[in-house]
């Protein structure tokens, strides 16, 4: 429940919190920030228009659920996307900074506390997170980098959940309500990177978010449509991919290296304990790729595996 204990409270920072269809996991996300080291001023809950029974009633008595030392109070909207949903709570905020978390994720107690620091000690940051904790079907540590502009261009470098300068939220136009497939995030990322120079994403090298993974998350979903959502960030971001080409590409490339030689290591290891590829792997070494270091890939495994014989 909500804290018994003397709070502080950052009067600087406000919390908005998207929920749509989310059921008790909306109570997780709200108990999450109540349970902070230094509260926001106020929570702010937007339903972008439930349906399910259960998660409208929570929602309709979500005071009665916490002890919370600070307001609790619940917007209503049509559906109109998590976008959508976003914008409206941070436009209803009065503080400089905002905290934005999904209904279905949490923040461990001193997210507020630590992520808000690292704004206070940069004035170029235009936003904070740090790096999450995966639970559900993925029980991993996940170290998205921050950075700048050029970061940005080649992969999404920071977490949906976040804190944000408003006045740059204002700037940049907030998040774009037409996309609705994914991507958004790293959409409005870069929109705010482009508002000054030398603005830049910082992020605390801890995981303090706890992000919820499930098959049917919309973020799985959207990797289906992802090179239609690359090439949309592209022509809608054009003049920095323009200003920074060579950057962006050698980025791209690096990622595409790294997962390269993570397989090709997998392949070694499988051919030395004398167990069969898979049916993908076995296909590379008969036929592989040519011109983005797949050959030269495969050499590298057949000579290691004539060496291991």
């Known amino acids: 429940m909500g804290r018994n204990k003397e709070t502080c409270i950052a009067s600087d920072v406000e919390a908005v919190v998207t929920s749509y269809n989310q059921g008790t996991m909306i109570l997780e996300a709200i108990r999450s920030v109540c349970d902070q080291t230094i509260l926001p001023v106020r929570i702010i809950i937007v339903d972008d228009g439930s ?66 620091q690292l704004l206070y000690e940069d004035p170029l940051m235009v936003a904070a997170s740090s790096w999450m904790h995966t639970f559900g079907v993925l029980d991993s540590i996940v170290c998205p980098s921050g950075g700048g502009i050029v970061e940005f261009l080649a992969r999404n470098c920071c977490p949906a959940t976040h804190i944000l300068r408003r006045e740059i939220w204002e700037t940049c136009g907030g998040y774009d309500e037409t996309m609705r497939s994914g991507f958004e995030d790293w959409d409005f990322f870069l929109s705010m990177l482009e508002t000054t120079p030398d603005s830049r994403i910082g992020i605390v090298t801890e995981p303090l978010i706890d992000y919820r993974t499930a098959p049917a998350s919309s973020n799985i979903k959207s990797m289906s449509k992802r090179l239609e959502l690359i090439r949309f960030l592209i022509e809608k971001h054009m003049r920095s991919y323009q200003a920074h080409i060579a950057d962006a590409i050698l980025e791209v490339e690096s990622i595409s290296m790294s997962r390269l030689y993570g397989w090709e290591s997998e392949i070694c290891h499988t051919l030395s304990e004398n167990q069969n590829l898979s049916r993908t792997s076995d296909e590379f070494m008969k036929s592989p790729s040519y011109g983005d270091g797949g050959m030269a890939a495969a050499v590298r495994i057949a000579s290691s595996h004539d060496d291991s014989k």
């Open 51 to 116: 349906t399910d029974e259960e998660s409208v009633e929570l929602l309709e008595n979500i005071n009665t659920c916490f002890e919370s030392s600070v307001p609790i109070i619940v917007m209503r909207q049509s559906n109109g996307g998590v976008s959508a949903a976003r914008n409206s709570g941070i436009r209803e905020t009065q503080t400089p900074m905002v905290l934005v978390l999904d209904g279905d994720d949490k923040i461990e107690s001193d997210y507020i506390e630590r992520v808000r």
